[in-house]
């Protein structure tokens, strides 16, 4: 069987398009998400050969998180594609179980005869 492909929301894709260009980690992505970073304003942070003084873009985003959190990783790292595949599986296990209990709830066990 064909695996289901979930569509990425829109407030996801400029994330991803942030890690193919700047050539991030999934890792990096989830500590610049994490430390409240745009990935619209990375060209400003990533311009480290015009501007020596500056250290690369994922060794500046993992110096943030390190300051921040007192860690070098998330302790739940996965992939922005993972999450989404999870958050569409909680809702279609939610809606299951939804029916399921309406449906229950709209037959009285007398078939509804008073």
Same mark, same amino acid.
């Given at each position: ?7 990425? @929301? ?11 260009? %700047? !050539? ?5 992505? *989830?500590? &610049? ?18 501007? @020596? ?11 943030? %998180? !390190? ?5 070098? *990783?998330? &302790? ?39």
């Amino acid at each position: 069987m064909a695996k289901k492909h979930t569509a990425i @929301p829109q407030q996801f894709q400029p994330w991803l398009a942030a890690r193919t260009k %700047y !050539r991030l980690t999934h890792a990096q992505i *989830q500590m &610049a998400r994490e430390l409240g970073m745009n990935p619209k304003k990375f060209g400003g942070l990533a311009n480290h050969r015009q501007e @020596p003084w500056k250290v690369p873009l994922p060794q500046f985003i993992e110096d943030c %998180y !390190r300051k921040r959190f007192g860690k070098s *990783q998330p &302790a739940d790292l996965r992939s922005i594609e993972e999450k989404v595949a999870a958050q569409a599986a909680r809702k279609v296990a939610a809606q299951g179980q939804k029916v399921q209990q309406h449906g229950a709830e709209t037959i009285p066990p007398d078939g509804g005869k008073p």
